[in-house]
């Protein structure tokens, strides 16, 4: 698992528009219409993080899910990092 470059990271941005580099991590926001939603949003979320050994900073703040990944084995983004923020997308536009 290789860091990626600094075009593949702006390749990813635009890829994934939603997502933006916060201190070189990949991070979004999510709005939920309820609390628990969002919760849900974590759960499925988590399990996917933990089936692939993964994980990400969660932060819960009322309906707003914020969540950040980072390779921190690695000292920054990688494809794990991108395919993680793709599966949280497309989760999100099943809601």
């Keep these: 698992m290789a860091l ?4 593949e990271v702006k390749q990813t941005l635009e890829q994934l528009p939603e997502w933006k580099l916060d201190d070189g991590m990949l991070r979004r926001d999510f ?3 309820e609390y628990l939603k969002g ?11 933990e089936a692939k050994d993964h994980h990400p900073y969660v932060i819960i703040d ?8 980072f390779s921190f084995d690695q000292g920054g983004l990688t494809d794990k990092d991108t395919a993680m923020a793709a599966y949280c997308d497309e ?4 809601k």
Excluded: G
């Design 4 to 7: 990626l470059s600094e075009t």
């Design 31 to 33: 709005q939920f219409d």
């Design 39 to 49: 919760v849900d949003f974590v759960r499925q979320v988590a399990n996917q993080a």
């Design 62 to 69: 009322h309906t707003t899910v914020t969540i950040k990944w």
């Design 91 to 94: 989760l999100f536009n099943l």
